[in-house]
C-alpha cells in the first residue's frame, strides 16, 4: 500500500516561515492536496492539485511537489496557522491522508 | 453556500449497525462525488468510502469493505453510510465530504462537521 509521512510537528516563530513535507514514493507524480484542521473544526482546504490554493485562502500559503516529496509552506505564520495539516493522494482506487502535522505558531 | 449537514451518530454496541446520513445543500447534488472520511478523537483522517455523483462508482478502504455500504440519494440530495458489524475501533468522528468532481479521485472541497459514532457495550 501507498504511505504518506508527514513529520509529527513543525514550529515556527511567529512572521517567519514553516515548512510542512509529506513523503511518499515518486508523490511528485501524483496530485496532492493540503487540509488545516483547527481543534474541534472540520478540515479546510488550503491547496489543491500540488500549488492550487483555492479561494479565501491567503497568498502565504503554497505548494510544491517534486520527485518524493511534497511541501506546503507557510509564509509569514499568524497565530491562527496553529492546527493540524493533512496532506492526500489518491493511490489505485485508495485515498490516502498523510498522519498529519500540528504547527505550533512560538 | 454548500452546506453538508451529518445525522445518525450515536452509540452502538460491538456487533450492531447504523446508519449515518448527510445532507447537503446548496450546490447540484448529483453532479459531485461524495466521500466519507473519520477520524478518531485525537488522531488524524482515514478515508471510509466514496461514491461518484452518478452513484454507479463505489470504493472502500480495507477498514470498511464488506461491513459499510455507501450510497446516494440524488433526488433527495442525501449521502448515506451503513455501517454494520461494528467494533470498538470504528469509534470516530464521521465527516462527508464533497468532492470537486463528478467523479472519485480528486480532493474534497468541502465538509460537513461531523458525527460522533460511539462503538461500545
Known amino acids: 500500500s501507498y504511505d504518506l509521512t508527514q513529520p509529527l510537528s513543525v514550529s515556527v516563530a511567529l512572521g517567519e516561515t514553516a515548512t510542512i513535507t509529506c513523503g511518499g514514493n515518486?508523490?511528485?507524480?501524483?496530485?496532492v492536496h493540503w487540509y488545516q484542521q483547527k481543534p474541534g473544526q472540520a478540515p479546510v482546504l488550503v491547496i489543491f492539485r500540488d500549488t492550487v490554493r483555492p479561494s479565501g485562502i491567503p497568498q502565504r500559503f503554497s505548494g510544491s511537489n517534486a520527485g518524493n516529496t511534497a511541501t506546503l509552506t507557510i509564509s509569514i505564520a499568524q497565530a491562527g496557522d496553529e492546527a493540524d495539516y493533512y496532506c492526500q493522494v489518491w493511490d489505485t482506487n485508495t485515498l490516502i491522508f498523510g498522519g498529519g502535522t500540528r504547527v505550533t505558531v512560538l | 453556500e454548500v452546506q453538508l449537514l451529518e445525522s445518525g451518530g450515536g452509540l452502538a454496541q460491538p456487533g450492531g449497525s447504523l446508519r449515518l446520513s448527510c445532507a447537503a445543500s446548496?450546490?447540484?447534488?448529483?453532479?459531485?462525488?461524495m466521500s466519507w472520511v473519520r477520524q478518531v478523537p485525537g488522531q488524524g483522517l482515514q478515508w471510509v468510502s466514496s461514491?461518484?455523483?452518478?452513484?454507479?462508482?463505489?470504493y472502500y478502504a480495507d477498514i470498511a469493505r464488506g461491513r459499510f455500504t455507501i450510497s446516494r440519494d440524488n433526488s433527495r440530495n442525501t449521502l448515506s453510510l451503513q455501517m454494520n458489524s461494528l467494533r470498538g475501533d470504528d469509534t470516530a468522528v464521521y465527516f462527508c465530504a464533497k468532492d470537486d468532481i463528478g467523479v472519485v479521485g480528486d480532493f474534497f472541497d468541502q465538509w460537513g462537521q461531523g458525527t460522533l459514532v460511539s462503538v461500545s457495550s
Open positions: 515518486n508523490i511528485g507524480g501524483k496530485n
Open positions: 461514491i461518484s455523483g452518478s452513484g454507479s462508482r463505489t
Open positions: 446548496g450546490f447540484t447534488f448529483g453532479s459531485f462525488a
